[in-house]
């Protein structure tokens, strides 16, 4: 059974830092891909970014450029390390994983957030 475990959110002040991490367990972490999406309240959940299982990176049209994701294969986990945080990046952010399945299918997987608040 695919687990996604994220950790690391919490209050910050504006200007503030966060890292936040996810670890997957029951998956062969070496051919997922991976990402990180956040939903505010009131608001549909939008992609943040998401890294190939070779370290490819792709991030959501509407991201700042103060948020950079990577993973490490061999400990099956990402990250999100934010900066620069202001109270519009307020929201739960989410681990998610797609997992290849037979006749170039995905399946997908997500985590049960992390809460990140942004005090102005």
């Known amino acids: 059974q695919v687990q996604l475990v994220e950790s690391g959110g919490g209050l910050v002040p504006t200007g503030g830092s966060l890292t936040l991490s996810c670890v997957a367990s029951?998956?062969?972490?070496?051919?997922?891909?991976m990402g990180w999406y956040r939903q505010a309240p009131g608001k549909q959940r939008e992609l943040v970014a998401h890294i190939t299982n070779s370290g490819s990176t792709n991030y959501g049209d509407s991201m700042p450029g103060r948020f950079t994701i990577s993973r490490d294969n061999a400990k099956n986990t990402i990250w999100l390390q934010a900066n620069d945080l202001q109270p519009e990046d307020t929201a739960t952010y989410y681990c998610n994983c797609h997992v290849p399945e037979p006749f170039m299918r995905t399946r997908e997987y997500w985590g049960q957030g992390t809460q990140v608040t942004v005090s102005s």
């Open positions: 029951g998956v062969d972490f070496r051919v997922v891909l």
